[in-house]
């Protein structure tokens, strides 16, 4: 793939990352071609995204080591890995924290609660050999906070299916 300008939303970041690993893991070769986007490119490595893509994959231009940038900016929480053999249970506890400081201690606890769900479906629930991942931008021109959590698993909906079947065949 090749990128030409423009910038990127979180959101879309986060099924790319997703995206490149599910076809870095199914024996696809990659590769990412960020030459024609500086600033998207160093966005890209400050947040911490090209440590989670899988080692295969080929990213030009050289990808830069941005990580004395982490944690010193309250607007970011970079890309976190949410290993289900061993996750952090820190991530949670910092995306609250990134909230907070941009929203105020008003919503905290509801914020946490929905981050802690999510974060415990990846960690309990994914199923998948590849971790999944946490990150947070905040956006100032439009006052919005976007928060990534993703794993690469069956999803929410396989994962109930059985479930649905024997208790509500009905609806199933």
Known sequence: MTFLGGSFLLDSLSRLLA??????????????????????????????????????????????????????????????????????ESIPVQ??????????KKHSNAA??????????VRDHSKSPIDGFAALQVYAKTNKIQTVISDSGVGIANSLRRVLKERYPEIY
């Open 95 to 104: 995306l609250k924290q990134a909230f907070i400081e941009q929203a105020g």
């Open 112 to 121: 946490f609660t929905m981050i802690s769900e999510l974060f415990g479906n």
């Open 19 to 88: 995206l490149v690993n599910q076809l870095s893991y199914s024996g696809k070769s990659i590769s990412l071609d960020f030459s024609a986007c500086d600033k998207s490119f160093s966005y890209l490595c400050r947040i911490g995204f090209f440590e989670l893509i899988d080692p295969s994959v080929a990213v030009v231009p050289d990808v830069k080591d941005a990580s004395c940038y982490y944690g010193h900016n309250s607007k970011v929480m970079e890309f976190g890995v949410i290993n289900p053999e061993e996750p952090d």
